[in-house]
């Protein structure tokens, strides 16, 4: 499996029993404090392997830093942060690079092992199927609202363990049921995400709006007239494929196109099994696990999401 399609990493089968997941990916800071910065990059990086169904096994640090600006010591904070996640994962820290650069940018590349009879990737989803959102969405405009001063510290630092929460819980609880298919929720947002997995698996689906689990703060931001760089790129990326099937006032429809760092998990599992699933993974300390949708067979139509 490799960049001919959308899935969250490369696969590369080894033997009959073992695959090697390779990912990479690396942010700018999204919050001052530089200790949550490594712990969220890290977070971050680690999830594209639990996506494919995998678990990490080494991780490399990929650091820009202008040392000479910021010290050494708020390195070594970022540093630890990233190590404290890449342990929680039971992976080692083999290594990494850095670069002298203006802005700070951490993240790992990490390598993975997987059955390649598990493999979990964005294109199976099933008609019939629902789908399953294990973390709450809102963490661009709650960054970019703490930058300008909007939100305080203090009011986003009790929401970081869960943006910094690895996504190894919620995947072995599925792993214990009948994954169709299986992506992270990051950059392009839920709805361009879950258009990802539509076309992927040549199917529709449909998004419950009232069933999204959403960070505290998140709504009332964007009611205050805060946004991201990436919300006009998101919402061009689905609009075409987008249909609305209840009317959202512009804050609700700007949470759809709000791009995730450290994003949850997004499940397809038979309709079925969800609400025992869903139940399950809060019970292992998943709390935002929620059914938030179903996938429908295609229509004859372009629209292949649909929120209702």
Not at 95 to 121: F, N, Q, W
Not at 173 to 198: I, S, W
Not at 262 to 284: M, T
């Amino acid at each position: 499996m490799g960049f001919e399609t959308s899935d969250d990493a490369a696969v590369y089968r080894v033997s009959d029993e073992t695959a090697i997941i390779s990912t990479v990916d690396f942010i700018t800071p999204p919050v001052d404090d530089p200790a949550w910065f490594g712990r969220i990059g890290a977070a971050n990086s680690l999830s594209d392997v639990y996506a494919m169904g995998g678990k990490p096994i080494t991780a490399l640090n990929l650091v820009m830093f202008p040392v000479r600006k910021l010290g050494t010591d708020m390195l070594r904070e970022i540093l630890k942060g990233g190590h404290e996640k890449v342990v929680e994962a039971g992976a080692s820290l083999a290594g990494g690079h850095s670069v002298d650069d203006e802005e700070p940018k951490y993240g790992l590349a990490v390598t993975g092992v997987v059955s390649p009879r598990r493999i979990l990737t964005n294109r199976n989803a099933q008609p019939g199927d629902a789908l399953i959102l294990t973390k709450p969405i809102g963490t661009g405009v709650l960054f970019n609202a703490c930058r300008a001063r909007r939100l305080p510290w203090r009011d986003l630092e009790e929401l970081l363990p869960q943006v910094a929460a690895l996504n190894a819980a919620a995947l072995d609880v599925a792993l214990r049921y009948n994954v169709h298919a299986c992506t992270d929720v990051t950059g392009f947002g839920l709805l361009g995400h879950t258009l990802e997995m539509a076309r992927g698996s040549g199917v529709g689906v449909d998004l419950t709006f009232s069933a999204l689990p959403i960070y505290p703060h998140a709504l009332d931001m964007y009611a205050r007239g805060e946004t991201t760089g990436s919300n006009t790129a998101n919402r061009q990326l689905v609009e075409k494929d987008l249909e609305l099937r209840l009317k959202l006032n512009d804050v609700q429809r700007e949470i759809l196109f709000d791009p995730q760092t450290s994003g949850g998990l997004l499940l397809a599992v038979p309709a079925e099994e969800a609400d025992r699933l869903a139940e399950e993974l809060r019970s292992a300390g998943v709390e935002a696990a929620r059914v938030v949708g179903t996938v429908s067979p295609p229509s004859s139509s372009t629209v292949m999401v649909r929120i209702q």
